[in-house]
């Protein structure tokens, strides 16, 4: 079934509701706010609700380079299921929480588990798609991720009509529930062996572990890598965790409306801007190796307006087109990190690669996420969004002198 040549798409289909699951879980939270903090009074104040959102960032970004580790040395299907039954199943647990700090802890929890699926995730879908389809058929996976952020603005919009127990309930069951179909139809691609001798001990697994690191950090171009994606990180997440209120601050709109607006706006463009930013991709580095990076910055340069549309725009169509141009751009840019990072990486250390990236960009998401907290309640976050166009410029400026790939597919170290 492997060898099929239709099956690699049979994995992205399955691990696109995966993609879907991992973020709509996650982002369900940032739109029933309002409902909440009716129960759960210490989340009417923004800069707790920030604290909240932080600490999930916090333990993903630190766990995310172990799940790599360990992605590169084990079978990835089983981390896959094991991640995604155990954050359902705190999605779940979630609908009981009746405290502030029972949340607390439930999100340091989804953060550790959430963190494991992402880096094998992409390193199984490139083992599958190694020729001119990888950067689409990431693409495709990733727009699971940004409907996922769009399902979960309607968690205000659910927790109105039902509750906000009854949503966490019912969306950790759907995962627990998939986790079971992982099981019997996903299947493992290592397109490197692992020698069994070198498995025989904790000692040796640390030792090539930290054979890894070495590898990854005595490469120039990947610590370029690690700052490309830290920069854009900034604003990404501030958009995925504070667009929902900036929409209903400006707009004056009743979270329940501004929630599912915000979410969608950028969602859906996003979800344009990958499969795009895919297409384009595989094709433009067929003719030259800089394709994948060109691309990239071209998605970056569109977040530059759209920044500042939602920092000072005063009307609702620039709001709304702020929205749209950041998803679109974003987009772009996210599509491709994975498989630029495939241009200086090989398949050995590309899931630890990925979770060291990971773990700077969503470490300056946590940072970012508290600040704004502390923003929103100061009155100032609309001019913080604007600011943020200038750590992008400089993404971009760096990534164009310092990336000169030599193939379009590293294979050996």
């Known amino acids: 079934m492997k060898e099929n040549k239709i099956y690699p798409w049979v994995v992205v289909g399955l691990l696109w509701f995966v993609a879907l699951l991992n973020y709509l879980d996650r982002q369900m939270l940032s739109t029933m706010k309002p409902s909440m903090m009716v129960d759960i009074a210490e989340l009417a104040k923004a800069e707790n609700f920030g604290r909240l959102m932080a600490v999930f960032l916090w333990i993903y970004a630190l766990m995310s380079p172990i799940s790599g580790i360990i992605a590169d040395r084990i079978n ?28 607390y802890v439930l999100r340091a929890i989804m953060g550790v588990s959430e963190a494991f699926y992402i880096p094998a995730g992409l390193s199984l879908i490139v083992d599958y798609h190694q020729g001119k389809t990888r950067s689409f058929a990431v693409g495709i996976h990733t727009t699971g991720i940004y409907l996922g952020q769009a399902f979960g603005g309607f968690g205000a919009t659910i927790a109105s009509n039902f509750s906000w127990q009854w949503t966490f309930h019912f969306f950790g069951i759907i995962g627990i529930a998939y986790s079971l179909v992982l099981m019997l ?12 001798k070198q498995k025989s001990s904790i000692g040796k697994e640390f030792s090539m572990a930290f054979k890894g690191l070495g590898i990854l950090f005595g490469n120039v171009a990947f610590w370029v890598l690690l700052f490309y994606f830290t920069a854009p990180s900034f604003p990404g997440w501030a958009v995925k965790n504070w667009l929902p209120t900036l929409f209903s601050d400006t707009l004056h709109l009743d979270m329940s409306q501004a929630g599912p607006l915000a979410t969608i706006t950028a969602a859906m463009s996003s979800f344009v801007g990958v499969l795009l930013g895919g297409f384009i991709s595989d094709r433009w580095v067929q003719r030259n190796l800089k394709g994948r990076i060109y691309t990239g910055v071209v998605g970056l340069a569109f977040t530059i307006p759209a920044l500042f549309l939602l920092g000072y725009g005063s009307g609702f169509e620039f709001i709304l087109l702020g929205g749209m141009l950041f998803g679109l751009g974003f987009g772009i840019f996210d599509v491709n990190n994975m498989p630029i990072l495939c241009q200086f990486v090989s398949p050995r250390y590309r899931a630890t690669g990925y979770g060291l ?21 100061a009155g100032n976050m609309r001019h913080d969004f604007a600011m943020l166009s200038i750590i992008v410029v400089v993404a971009i400026v760096f990534q164009l002198v310092m990336l000169k790939p030599v193939t379009a597919n590293k294979t050996v170290d």
Do not use: C, H
Not at 77 to 88: D, M, P
Not at 185 to 196: A, G, N, R, S, V
Not at 358 to 377: E, M, P, Q, R, Y
């Open 76 to 103: 990835r299907k089983w981390l896959i299921v094991g991640s995604l039954f155990v954050w359902s199943g705190v999605t779940l647990i979630m609908g009981y929480a009746t405290t502030f700090n029972q949340l």
């Open 185 to 196: 139809f996903l299947k493992e691609k290592k397109t490197y062996t692992i020698d069994p």
């Open 357 to 377: 990236m990971n773990l700077v960009g969503i470490s300056a998401g946590a940072v970012i996420t508290s600040f704004l907290g502390k923003s929103a309640d």
